[in-house]
């Protein structure tokens, strides 16, 4: 495992396949970053500790040795992304000895200084698929929490591994920010490349910095069209969705306040700084 001084500003993003992870939204912002950057792997936790097998089975895959009997495990790869490194950790979520794990998992975090620890999720809800797919954020640090403009999550029942790693990593002293994208509960089926695209824009909020977007901005849109076609061709599931806008209309959610307008500019100017001018911006616009 690299030690600190080999990481650049690191940062752990994290997210875990399963209950936390509607449509596969939160995991495949790590396989995007995965895909688009210089990445490597770092370790795996012992699989034998953390999965039943009856639950989450190991698969058999065609690798260029032969096929392979690939085991469920937890991963932690770095993405070397220009002036900063993302620890990305990322598997299902165990099945056995939870608070183990995650004390595991701080413990190769503390060894590495992460500047804080971003957690990520997903979940259903009834938001309509042609609005901006809201992304909720929190946290219990209190300068990030005035820094970043979020607010202590103030949820009550069931809870899931991100919820416990977040516990952990607050007891034992590494700052760490939770966000969460709202994924429409009629379309629950992955991928939802918009709603990846809003943890994605959220990301490079808290972090600063412009991440490669590759071809994502055009899936989302594509993906959104063809829920739009699907719509179309059923008047029940049409007035559906229209009365979930009017809901949004309704409650007041704001599409375009003073804070999302500055963040809108502020993503432009990272991009005109690391893409060159003419590089698309990738907020409300985009999603909407």
Not at 72 to 89: C, I, K, N
Request: aromatic share 6%; hydrophobic share 40%.
């Amino acid at each position: 495992m690299p030690g600190r001084a080999q990481l650049t500003r690191p940062v752990a993003v994290v997210a875990f396949e399963g209950w936390n992870d509607a449509a596969d939204a939160a995991t495949a912002v790590l396989e995007h970053l995965a895909r688009v950057y210089p990445t490597e792997l770092v370790f795996q936790l012992d699989s034998d500790d953390y999965y039943d097998y009856q639950i989450v089975r190991p698969r058999i895959a065609e690798t260029n040795s032969g096929r392979e009997l690939v085991w469920p495990s937890a991963t932690v790869r770095v993405a070397h992304l220009p002036g900063r490194d993302l620890l990305l950790v990322s598997g299902p979520e165990p099945n056995l000895h939870w608070r183990r794990f995650c004390d595991e998992l701080v413990s190769a975090f503390r060894s590495l200084e992460p500047e804080m620890v971003v957690t990520l999720g997903a979940m259903l809800t009834d938001t309509p698929h042609s609005r901006p797919l809201p992304v909720s954020g929190n946290t219990s640090d209190a300068g990030l929490s005035k820094s970043l403009g979020l607010e202590p999550s103030h949820y009550e029942g069931p809870a899931g591994i991100i919820s416990v790693l977040g516990q952990t990593c607050q007891r034992l002293g590494l700052r760490e920010v939770s966000l969460w994208a709202s994924v429409p509960h009629y379309v629950a089926g992955p991928p939802n490349p918009k709603a990846t695209l809003a943890l994605l824009t959220r990301l490079e909020d808290l972090l600063d910095l412009a991440l490669q977007l590759d071809e994502l901005p055009e899936l989302a849109r594509a993906w959104q069209r063809g829920v739009d076609e699907l719509a179309s061709e059923d008047s029940e599931i049409s007035d559906y969705i229209e009365s979930l806008e009017a809901q949004q209309d309704e409650s007041g959610l704001p599409q375009a306040t003073g804070d999302s307008i500055a963040r809108e500019f502020e993503r432009y100017l990272r991009r005109r700084g690391s893409d060159g001018p003419g590089f698309p911006g990738t907020g409300g616009p985009v999603m909407s």
